[in-house]
C-alpha cells in the first residue's frame, strides 16, 4: 500500500509541476517547477527498482543541468511584452507541433505492450545492483556505441570550449608558479645612492 | 524494530513505517544538538587560536551558548522584504535544511547501524550534495538584493565546479572497494594496508585523493577559505543577508549539518569510518559493545576533521574567486583524472590479472 502511496505521489509531483512549468508566468519559477518535476521522476525511477538511474536523474539533471539553465535564466533580462507580441504570428506553427507530439504521445501509450523487451510485463527483478548490470551490458555488448557517445561529447566540449574561447591580450592574470617561483636576490635589489644623487630605477 | 511492531499487532508495512519514522528521529534531533555543540567547540577552538577566551559565560565553561543564540534567533520577528518573491523567500532555508538532513539516511555509524542500507549509497550522497546548492541560488535570488544574488551566482558556480574533482576522487574510492554501499566501502578498508592498518588514506595511492576530498569538502560547504559566497567584507552576508530570525537559523544549522557531514565522509570514505585505525580485536569492542564502539571510533574521526576544519578556518586567509577556479578546473580535476587512471591501472594489473584478462 505505501508503494502505491508513494507511486500516486511521486506521479502527481511529477505532472503537476510540468504544467506548471507551462503556465508560470515567472521564468525562474518554471525553472524551478521544472527541477521539482526532474525530482519527483527519479522518485518513479525508484519505485521502479532503477535506482542507478534514479540517482543519475538527480546527479546529472538536478544537480548540473538545471542548475546551469537557473544559472542562465535568471540573469537574462526578458522582455515579456516582447516575447507575447510574437503569439498571433506563431500560432499556427505551435499548433502544428502540438499536434505532432500529440500523436506521439498517443501512438507511444497504446504501443506500450507492442515491443519485445517490455511486453507490458514488469522486468524480473534480480539480485545484481543495477550498477553491476548496466556495467556488464556498457562494457560488453554495447561497448562500441558507448565509447562513440564518450568521444562524441569530447568532441562536442572541445568544440564549445574553442569556439567561445578569446584571447585577451589587456589583462593580466596571475601567474601562480611565476610567483611561486620568485627569489628575494631577484626581487629585492640593495642600492646606496649618494647624498643628492637620487635614485635611478 | 520494524520485527518488534510487527509482533505487536501492525501490519508489516505500518510497522516497517513506524521504524523508519522513529529511526529518523533517532538520527535527526542527535544532530540537532550535535550541531549546536559544534558550533560553541569551534568558536572556543578560533577562540584559543586567537588567544580569547570565546564564550564563557552562559551556563558552565559557556557550555549553553549555543541554545541561547538558538532563543534568541527564535524570538526574533522573521521580516520579509516588501519585494522579496516571498514564497521562494521562505522555501530556501528549508531546502537547505532538510537536504542537510536527509543525507544521513546512508551513513554507517556502526556495524549494522544504518537507516538505510542502500547499494547506491555514495550516488545518494553525491545526489543529494548536489541539491543543497539550491537553497543558496533560490535564496540569493528570491531576496531580491545584489548582494545575495551575487553570492547566489558564485555559489553555484563553486559548488558545480568542486563536484567535479569530488566525482573523481569517489570514482578511486569506489574503484578500490568495489561498492557504492557505503557500509561495503568501510568493511572493505579492513585491514587495508599490510593487513594492518585500517583505512584507504593510509595507502599511498589514495592518499593524495584524501587531501583533494578534504580540501574539496571544504570548497562545497563553502567553509574558509572558500567561503567566497559570505564573505563579510564583500557581500555582506551573502545569500543570508536579507534573512532574520528562524529562517537564518535554518541556513546556519544546514550548513554546520552539511559541516558534520563532510567530516563523517572523510572519515567514513578514507579513514576506515567506525573501524579502529589498527586492525587489532579488542580495539573493535573496547567499549561495552561493537556497535557503541563503532560509534566512538566514528565519532572520534569526526570530531578530528572537525577541528582541522575549525583550525583551517582560523588560519587560512579567504581564496580570490578566480584563484577558487583555479585550483578547482586546474589542478584539482587533472589531478584526480590522473589519479582515477592511475588507481584503475593499478587494480587492472594486480587485482583482475593484466590488461589482457
Not at chain 1, 548540473?64 to 526578458?78: C, N, P, S
Not at chain 2, 578560533?46 to 527564535?74: C, I, T, Y
Not at chain 2, 592498518?197 to 577559505?225: C, D, H, K, Q, Y
Amino acid at each position: 500500500m505505501i508503494a502505491s502511496i508513494a507511486f500516486y505521489l511521486f506521479a502527481t509531483l511529477t505532472i503537476a509541476p510540468a504544467l506548471a512549468v507551462i503556465f508560470a508566468r515567472n521564468p525562474v519559477h518554471s525553472v524551478l517547477w521544472l527541477i521539482v518535476a526532474f525530482f519527483n521522476s527519479a522518485g518513479l525511477m525508484l519505485l521502479l527498482g532503477a535506482e542507478f538511474i534514479a540517482m543519475l536523474v538527480v546527479i546529472v539533471y538536478v544537480g548540473a543541468v538545471a542548475v546551469l539553465f537557473l544559472f542562465v535564466v535568471m540573469m537574462l533580462d526578458i522582455d515579456f511584452a516582447s516575447l507575447r507580441s510574437g503569439f498571433t504570428r506563431n500560432l499556427p506553427f505551435g499548433i502544428i507541433i502540438a499536434l505532432v507530439l500529440l500523436a506521439e504521445i498517443i501512438i507511444a501509450v497504446s504501443a506500450w505492450q507492442a515491443g519485445p523487451a517490455l511486453s507490458g510485463h514488469n522486468v524480473a527483478a534480480t539480485t545484481q545492483p543495477n550498477i553491476v548490470a548496466l556495467g556488464q551490458l556498457l562494457y560488453s555488448r554495447y561497448l562500441f556505441p558507448f565509447e562513440i557517445a564518450g568521444l562524441i561529447l569530447l568532441v562536442a566540449m572541445v568544440g564549445a570550449i574553442v569556439l567561445t574561447h578569446r584571447r585577451r591580450h589587456d589583462t593580466r592574470p596571475q601567474k601562480v608558479w611565476k610567483q611561486v617561483a620568485r627569489r628575494p636576490d631577484e626581487a629585492v635589489k640593495v642600492l646606496d645612492p649618494g647624498v643628492g644623487e637620487g635614485m635611478k630605477l | 524494530m520494524t520485527e518488534t511492531f510487527h509482533h505487536w499487532g501492525l501490519t508489516y508495512e505500518w510497522s516497517w513505517f513506524l521504524a523508519t519514522i522513529i529511526g529518523i528521529l533517532v538520527i535527526a534531533l542527535p544532530l540537532m544538538l550535535a550541531v549546536a555543540m559544534i558550533i560553541y567547540a569551534e568558536r572556543k577552538i578560533w577562540a584559543a587560536m586567537a588567544l580569547r577566551r570565546g564564550p564563557n559565560v552562559v551556563g558552565p565553561w559557556g557550555l549553553l551558548q549555543s541554545f541561547a543564540d538558538g532563543l534568541k534567533v527564535f524570538l526574533k520577528e522573521t521580516i520579509i522584504p516588501t519585494s522579496a518573491n516571498k514564497g521562494l523567500f521562505l522555501i530556501a532555508p528549508i531546502v537547505t535544511f532538510t537536504v542537510a538532513l536527509i543525507v544521513w539516511a546512508v551513513v554507517p555509524f556502526a556495524p549494522g547501524v544504518v537507516l538505510a542500507n542502500v547499494n547506491v549509497g555514495l550516488l545518494y550522497i553525491l545526489a543529494a550534495s548536489s541539491l543543497g546548492v539550491y537553497g543558496v541560488i533560490v535564496a540569493g535570488w528570491a531576496s531580491n538584493s545584489k548582494y545575495p544574488f551575487f553570492s547566489a551566482l558564485r555559489a553555484a558556480a563553486q559548488m558545480v565546479s568542486y563536484e567535479v574533482s569530488i566525482g573523481f576522487v569517489l570514482i578511486t574510492v569506489v574503484l578500490w572497494a568495489g561498492s557504492f554501499n557505503l557500509s561495503a566501502i568501510v568493511l572493505q578498508q579492513k585491514g587495508h594496508v599490510l593487513g594492518l592498518l585500517n583505512g584507504f588514506g593510509f595507502n599511498p595511492l589514495l592518499f593524495p585523493m584524501w587531501v583533494v576530498f578534504f580540501i574539496s569538502s571544504m570548497a562545497e560547504t563553502f567553509r574558509t577559505p572558500f567561503d567566497l559566497v559570505e564573505a563579510e567584507s564583500e557581500l555582506v552576508a551573502g545569500h543570508q543577508t536579507e534573512y532574520s530570525s528562524m529562517s537564518f537559523a535554518l541556513f546556519w544549522l544546514g550548513e554546520y549539518a552539511n559541516v558534520i557531514l563532510m567530516c563523517a565522509l572523510n572519515a567514513i570514505l578514507f579513514w576506515g569510518g567506525w573501524m579502529p585505525p589498527i586492525d587489532w580485536a579488542p580495539l573493535y569492542s573496547f567499549f561495552f559493545t561493537p556497535e557503541l564502539t563503532g560509534l566512538f571510533w566514528l565519532f572520534a574521526k569526526m570530531t578530528f576533521f572537525f577541528f582541522c576544519f575549525g583550525w583551517v578556518k582560523a588560519t587560512v586567509p579567504r581564496y580570490r574567486y578566480d584563484q577558487l577556479m583555479r585550483l578547482g578546473w586546474k589542478i584539482f580535476l587533472p589531478l584526480s583524472l590522473l589519479f582515477v587512471i592511475l588507481v584503475s591501472g593499478w587494480l587492472m594489473f594486480t587485482r583482475y590479472g593484466g590488461a589482457g584478462a
